[in-house]
């Protein structure tokens, strides 16, 4: 059994910063890529940023400049700082992993976070 806990959401004005944190627990053997979704009000959910286990990156053309994507594999965890936010930032946030258990590889998610841009 994997959990995805996040936090960090809440409600800021227009130009402020959060910071989002998702914590992977349970018998977890390693995780492969680990990242952010959002879905915003009558949206479909979007990819917003990707780390690999490499530390590789990729971000949605919307956010690059603005967030950052990071992890801390010693305490299974992905952080997304985001800057400069704009009210076209606002939606639930969701932890995704791809999290390998044993012989078992699977996709994994959280129960979403959400994040309110004021203008």
């Known amino acids: 059994q994997v959990q995805l806990v996040e936090s960090g959401g809440g409600l800021v004005q227009a130009g402020g910063s959060l910071r989002l944190s998702c914590a992977a627990s349970?018998?977890?053997?390693?995780?492969?890529?680990m990242g952010w979704y959002r879905q915003g009000p009558g949206k479909q959910r979007e990819l917003v940023a990707v780390?690999?286990?490499?530390?590789?990156?990729n971000y949605a053309d919307s956010v690059k400049g603005r967030f950052t994507i990071s992890r801390d594999d010693a305490k299974n965890t992905v952080l997304l700082q985001m800057n400069s936010l704009k009210p076209e930032d606002t939606g639930v946030y969701y932890c995704?992993?791809?999290?390998?258990?044993?012989?078992?590889?699977?996709?994994?998610w959280g129960q979403g976070t959400q994040v309110t841009v004021s203008s």
């Open positions: 995704n992993a791809d999290i390998t258990i044993g012989w078992h590889k699977g996709d994994y």
């Open positions: 780390i690999t286990d490499g530390g590789s990156t």
């Open positions: 349970g018998s977890i053997s390693s995780i492969n890529f």
